[in-house]
Nanobody, 122 residues
Framework: QVQLVESGGGLVQPGGSLRLSCVVSGFSLDYYAIGWFRQAPGKEREGVSCIHSHDGRTFYDGPAKGRFTTSKNNAKHTVYLQMNSLKPEDTAVYSC???????????????WGQGTQVTVSS
């Protein structure tokens, strides 16, 4: 069974940092890209980043580019999202996801974790 479990969220002050983890089981990171998404209260879910399976290439949406970094350790079955220079508008539930075809996931992909709460506040 495909499973994705996020951890690492919490409360941080503006300008601070957090590192999120996504531990996967039931499939290999050698063949599946992992994306990070976030959803704030009352807002639609938006994409944050993606890391490819085959070459490890990474992609970021505008708000995350230059502040967030995604990486992975295939042997540990874990994908990371390092978040620096956090802003209050980064407050959201962050989820990792995979697509059945192995490419970068979208909002319609079927493999999702339950999410971890990130709160950026003074």
């Amino acid at each position: 069974q495909v499973q994705l479990v996020e951890s690492g969220g919490g409360l941080v002050q503006p300008g601070g940092s957090l590192r999120l983890s996504c531990v996967v089981s039931g499939f290999s990171l050698d063949y599946y890209a992992i994306g990070w998404f976030r959803q704030a209260p009352g807002k639609e879910r938006e994409g944050v980043s993606c890391i490819h399976s085959h070459d490890g290439r990474t992609f970021y949406d505008g708000p995350a580019k230059g502040r967030f970094t995604t990486s992975k350790n295939n042997a540990k079955h874990t994908v990371y999202l390092q978040m620096n220079s956090l802003k209050p508008e980064d407050t959201a539930v962050y989820s990792c996801a995979a697509d059945v075809y192995g490419g970068c996931p979208t909002s319609t992909s079927v493999y999702w974790g339950q999410g971890t709460q990130v709160t950026v506040s003074s």
